[in-house]
Nanobody, 122 residues
């Protein structure tokens, strides 16, 4: 059974870097045809895809966030991480990690972490 768990600080100061980790159990993040994604939902807003890291280790980011986003991984710990720089209060959101199954047509976010609330504030 695949499970994902987000972790990291719930409060980040403006202009600083938001860093979160996602620990994966029940599957390897290097297994082919799966991407490992970060998605967020601000209060009262919709879901926004941030980016993902492929099984190969290559990363792809949303154009709107690309300049501030880095997704990396630690295969020895079966974890992948999000780093979002220069944050503002507009980055306040519930952040989810998820597995994207690319073997199905158009892909599907089949497994989600429970999400973690991150507030950007002084």
């Amino acid at each position: 059974q695949v499970q994902l768990q987000e972790s990291g600080p719930g409060l980040v100061a403006p202009s600083q870097t938001l860093s979160l980790s996602c620990t994966v159990s029940g599957a390897s993040i290097t297994t082919t045809y799966y991407y490992w994604a970060w998605i967020r939902q601000p209060p009262g807003g919709g879901l926004e895809w941030i980016g993902y890291i492929k099984y190969s280790g290559d990363s792809v980011y949303s154009p709107s966030l690309q300049s501030r986003t880095s997704i990396s991984r630690d295969t020895s710990m079966n974890q992948f991480s999000l780093h979002l720089t220069s944050v503002t209060p507009k980055d306040t959101a519930v952040y989810h990690c998820a597995r994207l199954d690319r073997t199905t047509p158009f892909g599907r976010f089949e497994v989600w972490g429970q999400g973690t609330m991150v507030t950007v504030s002084s």
